[in-house]
Protein backbone atom coordinates (compact mmCIF):
# COMPACT_ATOMS: atom_id res chain seq x y z
CA UNK A 1 0.00 0.00 0.00
CA UNK A 2 1.43 3.72 -0.98
CA UNK A 3 2.10 5.90 1.90
CA UNK A 4 -0.49 8.37 0.34
CA UNK A 5 -3.15 5.80 0.51
CA UNK A 6 -2.05 4.85 4.12
CA UNK A 7 -2.17 8.66 5.26
CA UNK A 8 -5.80 9.30 3.43
CA UNK A 9 -7.23 6.44 5.10
CA UNK A 10 -5.86 7.28 8.36
CA UNK A 11 -7.35 10.41 7.86
CA UNK A 12 -10.81 8.90 6.89
CA UNK A 13 -10.48 6.17 9.27
CA UNK A 14 -13.37 6.48 11.37
CA UNK A 15 -11.77 4.29 14.45
CA UNK A 16 -8.86 6.02 14.39
CA UNK A 17 -10.65 9.55 14.84
CA UNK A 18 -13.19 8.22 17.79
CA UNK A 19 -9.82 7.00 19.39
CA UNK A 20 -8.18 10.28 19.44
CA UNK A 21 -11.58 11.82 20.45
CA UNK A 22 -11.81 9.23 23.30
CA UNK A 23 -7.99 9.97 24.43
CA UNK A 24 -8.47 13.85 24.33
CA UNK A 25 -11.97 13.79 26.07
CA UNK A 26 -10.42 11.37 29.05
CA UNK A 27 -6.97 13.28 29.93
CA UNK A 28 -7.93 17.33 29.77
CA UNK A 29 -5.50 17.68 32.72
CA UNK A 30 -2.39 16.47 30.91
CA UNK A 31 -3.37 18.77 27.60
CA UNK A 32 -3.03 21.62 30.20
CA UNK A 33 0.32 20.34 31.52
CA UNK A 34 0.87 19.90 28.10
CA UNK A 35 0.56 23.59 27.25
CA UNK A 36 2.36 24.78 30.46
CA UNK A 37 5.22 22.78 29.90
CA UNK A 38 5.63 24.21 25.74
CA UNK A 39 5.64 27.84 27.34
CA UNK A 40 8.77 27.07 29.27
CA UNK A 41 10.35 23.77 28.37
CA UNK A 42 12.85 23.91 26.28
CA UNK A 43 12.94 20.24 25.81
CA UNK A 44 10.48 18.24 27.71
CA UNK A 45 11.34 14.55 26.61
CA UNK A 46 13.38 13.47 23.97
CA UNK A 47 11.31 11.69 20.64
CA UNK A 48 11.41 8.38 21.84
CA UNK A 49 9.31 8.99 24.70
CA UNK A 50 7.00 10.82 23.45
CA UNK A 51 3.39 9.01 23.43
CA UNK A 52 0.84 9.26 20.60
CA UNK A 53 -1.34 11.23 22.55
CA UNK A 54 0.04 13.25 25.43
CA UNK A 55 -0.46 12.20 29.06
CA UNK A 56 1.35 12.55 32.24
CA UNK A 57 1.56 10.02 35.00
CA UNK A 58 0.52 10.96 38.22
CA UNK A 59 1.02 7.35 40.02
CA UNK A 60 2.54 4.44 39.65
CA UNK A 61 1.43 0.76 41.48
CA UNK A 62 2.88 -2.83 40.47
CA UNK A 63 1.91 -3.41 37.05
CA UNK A 64 0.11 0.20 36.25
CA UNK A 65 0.20 3.63 35.94
CA UNK A 66 -2.14 6.38 36.46
CA UNK A 67 -2.58 9.30 35.17
CA UNK A 68 -3.15 12.80 35.99
CA UNK A 69 -6.96 12.52 35.05
CA UNK A 70 -7.26 9.53 36.90
CA UNK A 71 -7.31 6.84 34.34
CA UNK A 72 -5.49 4.05 34.72
CA UNK A 73 -3.20 1.82 31.87
CA UNK A 74 -1.09 -1.76 31.71
CA UNK A 75 2.43 -0.32 31.88
CA UNK A 76 5.05 -1.69 29.48
CA UNK A 77 7.23 1.24 29.89
CA UNK A 78 8.58 -0.46 33.16
CA UNK A 79 10.74 3.03 33.82
CA UNK A 80 12.69 2.21 30.04
CA UNK A 81 13.53 -1.14 32.05
CA UNK A 82 14.82 -0.56 35.71
CA UNK A 83 11.59 -1.47 37.04
CA UNK A 84 12.08 -5.49 36.89
CA UNK A 85 10.38 -5.80 39.82
CA UNK A 86 6.81 -3.60 38.71
CA UNK A 87 6.48 -0.06 40.01
CA UNK A 88 6.95 1.06 43.76
CA UNK A 89 7.83 -2.36 45.30
CA UNK A 90 7.49 -2.75 48.92
CA UNK A 91 10.78 -3.74 49.63
CA UNK A 92 11.96 -0.54 47.26
CA UNK A 93 9.71 1.68 49.05
CA UNK A 94 10.48 0.86 52.47
CA UNK A 95 14.37 0.85 52.12
CA UNK A 96 13.47 4.75 50.71
CA UNK A 97 11.77 5.74 53.62
CA UNK A 98 14.33 3.91 56.09
CA UNK A 99 16.84 6.09 54.30
CA UNK A 100 15.01 9.32 53.74
CA UNK A 101 14.66 9.56 57.64
CA UNK A 102 18.82 9.12 57.93
CA UNK A 103 19.31 11.85 55.03
CA UNK A 104 19.15 11.78 51.41
CA UNK A 105 22.30 13.52 50.01
CA UNK A 106 25.55 13.89 52.18
CA UNK A 107 28.40 13.60 49.38
CA UNK A 108 30.54 11.49 51.33
CA UNK A 109 30.01 7.87 50.77
CA UNK A 110 28.16 6.14 53.21
CA UNK A 111 27.86 2.00 53.70
CA UNK A 112 25.50 1.04 51.31
CA UNK A 113 27.36 1.76 48.56
CA UNK A 114 29.79 -0.94 49.40
CA UNK A 115 26.95 -3.05 50.35
CA UNK A 116 25.75 -3.09 46.56
CA UNK A 117 29.16 -3.18 45.25
CA UNK A 118 29.60 -6.60 46.50
CA UNK A 119 26.03 -7.58 45.33
CA UNK A 120 27.30 -6.44 41.38
CA UNK A 121 30.62 -8.37 42.48
CA UNK A 122 28.69 -11.21 43.17
CA UNK A 123 26.36 -11.28 40.20
CA UNK A 124 28.89 -10.40 37.71
CA UNK A 125 31.15 -12.82 36.69
CA UNK A 126 33.54 -10.01 35.29
CA UNK A 127 33.74 -7.88 38.10
CA UNK A 128 36.66 -8.01 40.64
CA UNK A 129 35.69 -4.20 41.24
CA UNK A 130 32.54 -1.75 40.57
CA UNK A 131 32.80 1.73 40.33
CA UNK A 132 29.25 3.24 40.87
CA UNK A 133 28.14 6.95 38.87
CA UNK A 134 24.92 7.98 37.74
CA UNK A 135 23.26 6.63 34.68
CA UNK A 136 24.35 3.79 31.78
CA UNK A 137 25.52 6.96 29.65
CA UNK A 138 28.13 7.93 32.39
CA UNK A 139 29.01 4.17 32.90
CA UNK A 140 29.87 3.78 28.90
CA UNK A 141 31.85 6.79 29.05
CA UNK A 142 33.64 5.87 31.70
CA UNK A 143 34.53 2.53 30.89
CA UNK A 144 35.72 3.95 27.38
CA UNK A 145 37.82 6.11 28.83
CA UNK A 146 39.71 3.27 31.31
CA UNK A 147 39.99 0.87 28.00
CA UNK A 148 41.82 3.44 26.29
CA UNK A 149 44.09 4.65 29.24
CA UNK A 150 45.04 1.02 29.98
CA UNK A 151 45.78 -0.23 26.74
CA UNK A 152 47.03 3.07 25.32
CA UNK A 153 45.17 2.84 22.38
CA UNK A 154 42.57 4.91 20.98
CA UNK A 155 39.58 3.86 18.89
CA UNK A 156 36.48 1.83 20.04
CA UNK A 157 34.60 -0.57 18.11
CA UNK A 158 30.73 -0.21 17.84
CA UNK A 159 27.93 -2.40 16.29
CA UNK A 160 25.39 -1.10 14.18
CA UNK A 161 22.27 -0.81 15.70
CA UNK A 162 23.80 -0.40 19.09
CA UNK A 163 23.05 1.87 21.65
CA UNK A 164 25.48 2.68 24.17
CA UNK A 165 24.14 6.48 25.60
CA UNK A 166 23.84 9.76 25.03
CA UNK A 167 27.52 11.11 25.50
CA UNK A 168 30.04 11.53 21.75
CA UNK A 169 31.20 8.46 21.49
CA UNK A 170 28.25 6.43 21.92
CA UNK A 171 25.83 8.47 19.21
CA UNK A 172 28.17 7.14 15.84
CA UNK A 173 25.92 4.97 14.15
CA UNK A 174 25.50 3.76 10.93
CA UNK A 175 24.85 5.17 7.57
CA UNK A 176 22.01 2.95 6.15
CA UNK A 177 23.02 3.39 2.28
CA UNK A 178 26.86 2.01 3.46
CA UNK A 179 27.80 -1.50 2.93
CA UNK A 180 25.83 -3.85 5.40
CA UNK A 181 29.56 -5.79 6.14
CA UNK A 182 31.72 -3.07 5.87
CA UNK A 183 29.35 -0.16 7.48
CA UNK A 184 30.30 3.44 7.31
CA UNK A 185 29.90 5.90 10.35
CA UNK A 186 27.89 9.34 10.57
CA UNK A 187 25.99 10.86 13.82
CA UNK A 188 22.60 10.26 15.88
CA UNK A 189 22.15 14.15 15.69
CA UNK A 190 24.43 17.04 15.21
CA UNK A 191 27.18 18.95 17.26
CA UNK A 192 29.42 15.52 17.45
CA UNK A 193 32.75 16.25 16.35
CA UNK A 194 33.58 14.67 13.04
CA UNK A 195 36.90 13.33 14.65
CA UNK A 196 34.88 10.83 16.77
CA UNK A 197 33.71 8.84 13.74
CA UNK A 198 36.59 9.52 11.46
CA UNK A 199 39.70 8.93 14.37
CA UNK A 200 37.96 7.29 17.21
CA UNK A 201 35.54 4.65 16.16
CA UNK A 202 34.94 1.85 14.08
CA UNK A 203 31.53 0.38 13.41
CA UNK A 204 31.05 -3.05 12.70
CA UNK A 205 28.11 -5.44 11.12
CA UNK A 206 25.91 -7.13 13.80
CA UNK A 207 25.91 -10.86 13.71
CA UNK A 208 27.79 -10.63 10.69
CA UNK A 209 31.68 -11.93 10.62
CA UNK A 210 33.15 -9.52 8.63
CA UNK A 211 33.40 -7.89 11.93
CA UNK A 212 36.03 -10.30 13.21
CA UNK A 213 37.97 -9.52 10.36
CA UNK A 214 37.62 -5.25 10.38
CA UNK A 215 38.90 -6.15 14.28
CA UNK A 216 41.88 -7.79 13.02
CA UNK A 217 42.77 -5.34 10.70
CA UNK A 218 42.72 -2.47 13.39
CA UNK A 219 43.83 -4.51 16.34
CA UNK A 220 46.81 -2.14 16.70
CA UNK A 221 44.60 1.10 17.08
CA UNK A 222 41.26 -0.74 18.53
CA UNK A 223 41.38 -0.22 22.48
CA UNK A 224 37.93 -1.73 22.93
CA UNK A 225 34.93 -3.46 21.32
CA UNK A 226 31.51 -2.92 23.22
CA UNK A 227 28.40 -4.66 22.22
CA UNK A 228 24.56 -4.76 23.63
CA UNK A 229 24.33 -9.00 24.25
CA UNK A 230 21.11 -7.69 23.37
CA UNK A 231 19.95 -5.25 21.19
CA UNK A 232 17.65 -3.12 22.12
CA UNK A 233 16.71 -2.09 19.07
CA UNK A 234 16.75 -6.01 18.01
CA UNK A 235 16.17 -8.00 21.41
CA UNK A 236 16.70 -11.72 20.90
CA UNK A 237 18.46 -14.29 22.58
CA UNK A 238 19.75 -16.29 19.50
CA UNK A 239 23.19 -14.57 19.62
CA UNK A 240 25.41 -16.67 21.92
CA UNK A 241 28.00 -18.35 19.00
CA UNK A 242 28.24 -14.50 17.56
CA UNK A 243 29.25 -13.23 21.02
CA UNK A 244 31.63 -15.72 21.95
CA UNK A 245 33.51 -15.67 18.33
CA UNK A 246 33.58 -12.05 19.01
CA UNK A 247 35.39 -12.45 22.89
CA UNK A 248 37.73 -14.85 20.88
CA UNK A 249 38.88 -12.73 18.23
CA UNK A 250 39.08 -9.77 21.23
CA UNK A 251 41.23 -12.22 23.53
CA UNK A 252 43.54 -12.99 19.67
CA UNK A 253 43.85 -9.49 19.07
CA UNK A 254 44.86 -8.00 21.95
CA UNK A 255 41.44 -6.17 22.36
CA UNK A 256 39.33 -5.10 25.69
CA UNK A 257 35.69 -6.87 25.25
CA UNK A 258 33.24 -5.67 27.01
CA UNK A 259 29.44 -6.26 27.11
CA UNK A 260 27.19 -3.23 28.05
CA UNK A 261 24.75 -4.41 30.24
CA UNK A 262 23.01 -1.51 31.45
CA UNK A 263 19.53 -3.16 30.23
CA UNK A 264 20.56 -6.33 30.08
CA UNK A 265 21.77 -6.66 33.63
CA UNK A 266 19.49 -8.04 36.20
CA UNK A 267 16.52 -8.47 33.57
CA UNK A 268 17.59 -11.40 31.56
CA UNK A 269 18.78 -13.76 34.22
CA UNK A 270 20.26 -12.30 37.59
CA UNK A 271 23.88 -12.32 36.20
CA UNK A 272 22.77 -10.66 33.11
CA UNK A 273 23.78 -11.93 30.01
CA UNK A 274 26.89 -13.14 31.25
CA UNK A 275 25.28 -16.03 33.12
CA UNK A 276 22.93 -16.94 30.18
CA UNK A 277 25.34 -17.07 27.95
CA UNK A 278 27.91 -18.28 30.17
CA UNK A 279 30.82 -15.54 28.70
CA UNK A 280 33.00 -13.56 31.00
CA UNK A 281 33.77 -10.14 29.20
CA UNK A 282 36.91 -7.69 30.55
CA UNK A 283 34.60 -5.17 31.28
CA UNK A 284 30.62 -4.29 31.99
CA UNK A 285 28.49 -1.47 32.47
CA UNK A 286 25.15 -1.45 34.40
CA UNK A 287 22.85 0.60 34.85
CA UNK A 288 18.35 0.63 35.37
CA UNK A 289 17.49 -2.37 37.25
CA UNK A 290 20.45 -2.52 39.70
CA UNK A 291 19.62 0.86 41.03
CA UNK A 292 16.11 0.21 41.81
CA UNK A 293 14.30 2.59 39.91
CA UNK A 294 16.46 5.77 41.13
CA UNK A 295 19.02 6.93 38.68
CA UNK A 296 22.62 4.96 38.44
CA UNK A 297 25.14 3.44 36.46
CA UNK A 298 28.04 1.09 37.10
CA UNK A 299 31.00 -0.15 35.66
CA UNK A 300 32.47 -3.19 37.20
CA UNK A 301 35.60 -5.45 35.21
CA UNK A 302 38.87 -6.81 35.86
CA UNK A 303 40.89 -6.02 38.54
CA UNK A 304 43.85 -4.51 36.23
CA UNK A 305 41.25 -2.51 34.33
CA UNK A 306 39.55 -1.35 37.26
CA UNK A 307 42.64 0.11 38.44
CA UNK A 308 42.90 3.05 36.04
CA UNK A 309 39.79 4.44 38.51
CA UNK A 310 42.47 4.86 41.18
CA UNK A 311 45.92 4.60 40.09
CA UNK A 312 46.25 1.24 41.75
CA UNK A 313 49.33 -1.15 41.27
CA UNK A 314 51.31 1.83 38.88
CA UNK A 315 47.70 1.90 36.51
CA UNK A 316 47.52 5.07 34.31
CA UNK A 317 44.61 7.42 36.21
CA UNK A 318 41.76 8.09 34.53
CA UNK A 319 39.28 11.04 36.01
CA UNK A 320 35.73 10.60 36.69
CA UNK A 321 33.45 12.44 39.35
CA UNK A 322 29.71 13.13 39.92
CA UNK A 323 28.24 14.99 42.72
CA UNK A 324 25.60 12.50 42.85
CA UNK A 325 27.49 9.26 42.36
CA UNK A 326 27.09 6.43 44.64
CA UNK A 327 24.21 9.39 46.62
CA UNK A 328 22.71 7.16 49.92
CA UNK A 329 19.03 6.93 48.16
CA UNK A 330 19.96 4.74 45.36
CA UNK A 331 22.13 2.78 46.97
CA UNK A 332 19.31 1.97 49.41
CA UNK A 333 17.29 1.19 46.57
CA UNK A 334 20.03 -0.76 44.81
CA UNK A 335 20.50 -3.24 47.58
CA UNK A 336 16.75 -3.74 48.34
CA UNK A 337 15.87 -4.69 44.91
CA UNK A 338 19.08 -6.48 43.66
CA UNK A 339 18.43 -8.06 47.44
CA UNK A 340 15.11 -9.02 46.45
CA UNK A 341 15.89 -10.17 43.03
CA UNK A 342 18.70 -12.37 44.32
CA UNK A 343 17.10 -14.22 47.27
CA UNK A 344 13.83 -14.78 44.51
CA UNK A 345 15.88 -15.49 41.39
CA UNK A 346 14.52 -18.67 41.06
CA UNK A 347 11.04 -17.91 40.52
CA UNK A 348 11.35 -14.33 38.82
CA UNK A 349 13.35 -15.18 35.71
CA UNK A 350 11.98 -18.30 34.71
CA UNK A 351 8.45 -16.39 35.22
CA UNK A 352 9.34 -13.82 33.71
CA UNK A 353 10.70 -15.94 30.63
CA UNK A 354 7.45 -17.67 30.49
CA UNK A 355 4.86 -14.59 30.62
CA UNK A 356 7.21 -12.82 27.59
CA UNK A 357 7.18 -15.71 25.49
CA UNK A 358 3.63 -16.32 25.95
CA UNK A 359 2.85 -12.86 24.85
CA UNK A 360 5.31 -12.95 22.47
CA UNK A 361 3.38 -16.46 20.61
CA UNK A 362 0.14 -15.22 20.75
CA UNK A 363 0.32 -12.25 18.94
CA UNK A 364 3.02 -13.66 16.76
CA UNK A 365 0.28 -16.38 15.93
CA UNK A 366 -2.69 -13.76 15.86
CA UNK A 367 -0.77 -11.20 13.27
CA UNK A 368 0.54 -14.56 11.04
CA UNK A 369 -3.26 -15.57 10.84
CA UNK A 370 -4.51 -12.38 9.49
CA UNK A 371 -1.12 -11.75 7.59
CA UNK A 372 -0.56 -8.67 8.97
CA UNK A 373 3.27 -7.60 8.64
CA UNK A 374 4.17 -7.67 12.14
CA UNK A 375 5.76 -9.56 15.19
CA UNK A 376 6.74 -9.43 18.36
CA UNK A 377 10.63 -9.88 19.21
CA UNK A 378 11.45 -10.69 22.61
CA UNK A 379 14.16 -11.49 25.05
CA UNK A 380 13.01 -12.75 28.19
CA UNK A 381 10.89 -9.71 29.62
CA UNK A 382 12.03 -6.98 26.71
CA UNK A 383 10.03 -6.98 23.88
CA UNK A 384 9.52 -5.13 20.37
CA UNK A 385 7.00 -4.79 18.13
CA UNK A 386 8.47 -5.32 14.35
CA UNK A 387 6.31 -3.98 11.44
CA UNK A 388 8.58 -5.58 8.29
CA UNK A 389 7.48 -7.72 5.11
CA UNK A 390 10.40 -9.82 5.74
CA UNK A 391 12.81 -11.42 8.46
CA UNK A 392 15.20 -8.98 10.48
CA UNK A 393 18.44 -10.37 11.36
CA UNK A 394 19.65 -6.65 12.01
CA UNK A 395 17.80 -3.52 13.49
CA UNK A 396 18.79 -1.93 9.35
CA UNK A 397 16.10 -4.31 8.44
CA UNK A 398 13.49 -2.30 9.93
CA UNK A 399 12.58 0.11 7.75
CA UNK A 400 9.95 3.35 7.53
CA UNK A 401 7.67 1.10 4.90
CA UNK A 402 5.32 0.68 7.95
CA UNK A 403 5.70 3.77 9.80
CA UNK A 404 2.46 5.23 9.86
CA UNK A 405 1.02 1.95 10.30
CA UNK A 406 2.85 0.92 13.47
CA UNK A 407 2.15 4.52 14.81
CA UNK A 408 -1.70 4.26 13.92
CA UNK A 409 -1.48 0.99 15.87
CA UNK A 410 0.31 2.55 19.22
CA UNK A 411 -2.67 4.70 19.29
CA UNK A 412 -5.21 2.21 19.51
CA UNK A 413 -3.08 0.61 22.12
CA UNK A 414 -2.92 3.77 24.30
CA UNK A 415 -6.55 3.67 23.50
CA UNK A 416 -7.20 -0.21 24.91
CA UNK A 417 -5.40 1.19 28.32
CA UNK A 418 -2.08 -0.54 27.54
CA UNK A 419 1.02 1.98 27.73
CA UNK A 420 4.24 1.66 25.04
CA UNK A 421 6.90 4.48 25.31
CA UNK A 422 7.25 6.12 21.97
CA UNK A 423 10.62 4.06 21.21
CA UNK A 424 8.25 0.82 20.98
CA UNK A 425 11.03 -1.06 23.42
CA UNK A 426 8.24 -2.48 26.19
CA UNK A 427 9.17 -4.90 29.39
CA UNK A 428 6.97 -6.76 31.31
CA UNK A 429 7.76 -7.11 35.16
CA UNK A 430 7.21 -9.59 38.00
CA UNK A 431 4.40 -7.95 39.03
CA UNK A 432 2.31 -8.35 35.62
CA UNK A 433 0.25 -11.56 36.91
CA UNK A 434 -0.88 -13.98 34.24
CA UNK A 435 -4.15 -11.88 34.19
CA UNK A 436 -2.90 -8.60 33.05
CA UNK A 437 -0.51 -10.48 30.39
CA UNK A 438 -3.52 -12.17 29.22
CA UNK A 439 -5.40 -7.98 28.96
CA UNK A 440 -2.60 -6.84 27.18
CA UNK A 441 -2.11 -10.08 24.49
CA UNK A 442 -6.15 -8.75 23.74
CA UNK A 443 -5.38 -5.40 24.14
CA UNK A 444 -2.98 -5.59 21.11
CA UNK A 445 -5.31 -8.10 18.86
CA UNK A 446 -8.10 -5.45 19.19
CA UNK A 447 -5.31 -2.98 18.10
CA UNK A 448 -4.59 -4.94 15.19
CA UNK A 449 -8.64 -5.30 14.60
CA UNK A 450 -8.89 -1.88 14.49
CA UNK A 451 -6.61 -1.21 12.16
CA UNK A 452 -7.77 -4.12 9.94
CA UNK A 453 -11.56 -2.40 10.38
CA UNK A 454 -9.97 0.80 8.94
CA UNK A 455 -8.54 -0.76 6.14
CA UNK A 456 -5.27 0.19 7.33
CA UNK A 457 -3.75 -3.25 7.41
Known amino acids: MDKERTKQLIKDGEKSQAVRRKLIARTPKSAEIRFQGEQALGQEIVGTVSLPHPIYVDSAEGPCLTDVDGNEYIDLTGGFGPMV ?129 IIREQKDELALVMIEPVQSSNPRLDSGEFLHGLKKVCEECNVLFMLDEVITGFRIEYGGCQSYYDIKPDLATYGKAVGGGLPIGAIAGREDIMNTFSGKDGAPY ?40 RFATQVNDFCASLRIPARVMIAGSMFYMVFADGAVNSSRDITDAWKTVEQEFYLHLLGHDVMVPGIHIAFLSYAHRPEHVDAVIDAYRHSFEDLRSDGIV
Not at 325 to 339: C, D, E, F, I, Q
Request: aromatic share 10%.
Open 85 to 213: LGNKPSVVEEALHEQVRKGWHFGIPSAPQQHLANIVKEASPCADHVVFCNSGSEATMFAIRAARAFSGKQKVGLFDGSYHGAHDYALVKVDSKSDRSRPAATFLGAGVPSVVADDLTVTLPYRNETAFE
Open 318 to 357: IFTGGTFSGNPLTMAAGVAATTYMRDHQAEIYPYLMKQGN
